[in-house]
């Protein structure tokens, strides 16, 4: 069976690689000309997206490419001290098994991994997508395919193709990553300024040459196109002024910046994902909300789970969508649910909550890791939500 992929980022790659494993004949297209090298923020991956990655092989790659953030230091408008916190601590509390890593090197070890086996085009995007499955393209010729998948993100063409205007919500928030200089984020921690209704902070890792800087702050919708970067760096420069003179530092980069990205915290709330021959995937079908629903870990399952169930209805497309849907809708649910949770945790909207933050994650980040495991396991916040997904196994399973 021919199958084509819109997006070349995370999900696509990892849902190409199982699809080429099981005998499928797979495509890529990226609108990008070339594999994105944006300067993407770091992502977590927890256990049942670990074990997915260990399972492709590339484990090790992975591996060689962490962050290595593993201690954070916060300072809180109008405190002089900073608050220390071992980040090592709060990850095992969260998951048994997680890695930290820039999304640009998790996404190049993915597409390493299936570029041998796989049609990638690049630089071209789908027009059309036909009940028969003709796919008119912005600039190759139409070519017949018997799925089309979308894995190509929270602002999906293939989404907008297939199912038109689809439900979201706004969380509240918007977030904005910003390259700067090495000298603004010390190697293995994660400088933080925080005040009430607003985030910012800045880190590297030993492998790279910049660094990055990260924002976070609460607001009502705003005004501006999203193609509109001076309106939306002005935005920014509004919410963050007078925070603390190293955010100013980093603001002031901004200009000078190789790469920009800003937007809305946005959670897509379709609870089907699938239309006759065509289906989404990752953040196309389910993004939670950027960085703060495990959105990369989601679609990292998703993929697998796509490719499994297609497998195991011996492809038959209609069958295969429903049973994936099946699988991953109540572990999307609660990435929604804990996407709200994380948004208001992390971006405190009164001063107690500012200070509920500092002092309970360093109270939690000084626990014996055993211990602070055994509370995340009590809470009902679904704080160890990933890891309760249970990875099936397809790998007894070919295509006909």
Not at 162 to 167: M, V
Request: with cysteine; hydrophobic share 40%; aromatic share 10%.
């Amino acid at each position: 069976m021919k199958v084509l992929v819109s997006g070349a980022s995370i999900a696509g790659p990892v849902l190409a690689y199982w699809l080429v494993r099981y005998g499928f004949d797979v495509t890529v297209v990226e609108r990008s000309p070339v594999l994105r090298k944006t300067g993407g923020h770091a992502i977590d991956l927890f256990r049942p997206a670990m074990d997915i990655t260990e399972k492709m092989g590339v484990l090790p790659e992975v591996e060689k490419r962490i962050t290595g953030t593993d201690r954070l230091r916060l300072y809180r408008r109008g405190v002089v001290k900073p608050v220390k916190i071992n980040l090592g601590n709060i990850y095992q509390a969260a998951s048994d098994r997680h890695v930290e890593i820039m999304r640009d090197d998790l996404s190049e070890i993915y597409y390493d991994a299936t570029v041998k086996d796989v049609e990638y085009i690049f630089g071209d995007s789908i027009t059309g997508i036909s009940d028969d499955g003709k796919v008119i393209f912005e600039n190759s010729a139409p070519r017949t395919f018997d799925i089309v998948v979308g894995a190509d993100g929270l602002h999906s063409n293939v989404r907008k193709l297939t199912f038109g205007q689809t439900a979201s919500e706004f969380i509240g928030a918007y977030l904005a990553v910003v390259t700067v200089p090495k000298e603004f984020g010390p190697d293995g921690e994660f400088m933080n300024y925080l005040d009430v209704g607003r985030m910012a902070g800045a880190y590297s890792a030993t492998h790279m040459d910049d660094a990055r800087a990260i924002f976070l702050f609460r607001s009502e919708p705003l005004d501006y196109h999203y193609r509109d970067v001076p309106r939306q760096q002005e935005l920014l420069k509004q919410a963050f002024q007078g925070l603390h003179p190293e955010v100013n530092r980093l603001l002031a980069q901004i200009e000078h910046s190789p790469a920009f990205y800003f937007d809305s915290i946005t959670q897509l709330k379709q609870d089907t994902w699938s239309r006759g021959r065509v289906t989404l995937v990752g953040d196309a079908g389910y993004c939670p909300g950027p960085a703060v629903g495990g959105s990369t870990s989601l679609a990292v399952v998703g993929a697998y789970v796509l490719a499994g169930e297609l497998v195991a209805a011996g492809g038959d497309y209609e069958r295969g969508f429903a049973a994936y849907e099946r699988e991953m809708i109540e572990y999307v649910r609660n990435s929604r649910k804990l996407a709200h949770l994380a948004a208001k945790t992390l971006i405190p909207a009164t001063p107690f909550g500012l200070w509920a933050l500092a002092n309970v994650s360093r109270v939690i980040s000084a626990l014996p890791p055993s211990i602070s495991r055994a509370l995340a396991k009590l809470s009902k916040s679904g704080t160890r939500m990933h890891d309760t997904f249970v990875v099936k196994n397809y790998d007894h399973l070919r295509t006909a």
